[in-house]
């Protein structure tokens, strides 16, 4: 599977600012996503990354709070924009590798440990 | 959309028992069922899959089944180790290669 790797791996931040993500594939994928996971809480998706074109975000996420970039098929990064301490989470993102568009399994990179104080 | 619920949210066994955890969804066009293991501070790691045109699949000790006409499929962990200690997901498909997650279940394996 692909390896899929997130800058920052954590950080600490102060709240009205903002926070920008980046998700690194070693190989071309079709589909990458961007996930939060608050503490002992299953995984909501934010938002699917699309190549060259908006983002289309799940129902409660809006751009303007989460925009998210998707400019190639190897790289997407996911902002999160004047932050509020409701906001600290593990921000994750997963792939989709398989150029089959039957395919649904994704795979997840490391995470991203964001706090807000 | 889909809504996946998952039962127990947490399951306590000896070491060396089985564990069986079950998951229900409402969108009969689902057709891909993942599980998901995630380990504390770790990210969530595909453990095993199955689609809606088999009933059963099984990698060593842990198998799957599908129920589609009760819109149900179990994870199954036999032989259970203290490393099979961890939070289980359970997902459904939804359209455009989305994924629908459960709530997870904290599996707990007693040495």
């Known amino acids: 599977s692909a390896v899929i790797s997130q800058k920052p791996s954590r950080d600490i931040c102060q709240r009205g600012t903002s926070l920008t993500i980046q998700c690194q594939v070693d190989?071309?994928?079709?589909?990458m996503f961007w996930y939060r996971q608050q503490p002992g809480q299953s995984l909501t998706l934010i938002a699917t990354?699309?190549?060259?074109?908006?983002?289309?975000?799940e129902s409660g996420f809006v751009i303007d709070k989460f925009p998210i970039s998707r400019p190639n098929l190897t790289f997407s990064t996911l902002t999160v924009s004047n932050m509020s301490p409701e906001d600290s989470s593990i921000y994750l993102c997963?792939?989709?590798?398989?150029?089959?568009?039957?395919?649904?399994?994704?795979?997840f990179g490391p995470g991203t440990r964001l706090t807000v104080t | 959309g889909e809504n996946v619920e998952q039962h127990p949210s947490t399951l306590s066994v000896q070491e060396g028992d089985s564990a069986v955890i079950k998951c229900t969804y409402s969108?009969?066009?689902?057709?891909?069922f993942p599980w998901y293991k995630q380990e504390l501070g770790k990210r969530p790691q595909l453990i095993i899959d199955?689609?809606?045109?088999?009933g059963e699949k099984k990698d060593q000790r842990i198998a799957v089944t599908l129920n589609k006409t009760a819109k149900h499929f179990s994870l199954h962990i036999t032989e259970t180790q203290p490393e099979d200690s961890a939070v289980y997901f359970c997902?459904?498909?939804?359209?455009?290669?989305?994924?629908?997650f459960g709530k997870g279940n904290q599996v707990v394996v007693i040495p």
């Open positions: 990354a699309n190549q060259g074109s908006e983002a289309t975000y």
């Open positions: 190989s071309q994928v079709t589909m």
């Open positions: 199955i689609r809606s045109n088999v």
């Open positions: 969108d009969s066009a689902s057709n891909y």
């Open positions: 997963s792939v989709v590798s398989s150029t089959h568009s039957s395919s649904y399994e994704q795979y």
């Open positions: 997902a459904a498909s939804e359209g455009n290669n989305r994924l629908a």
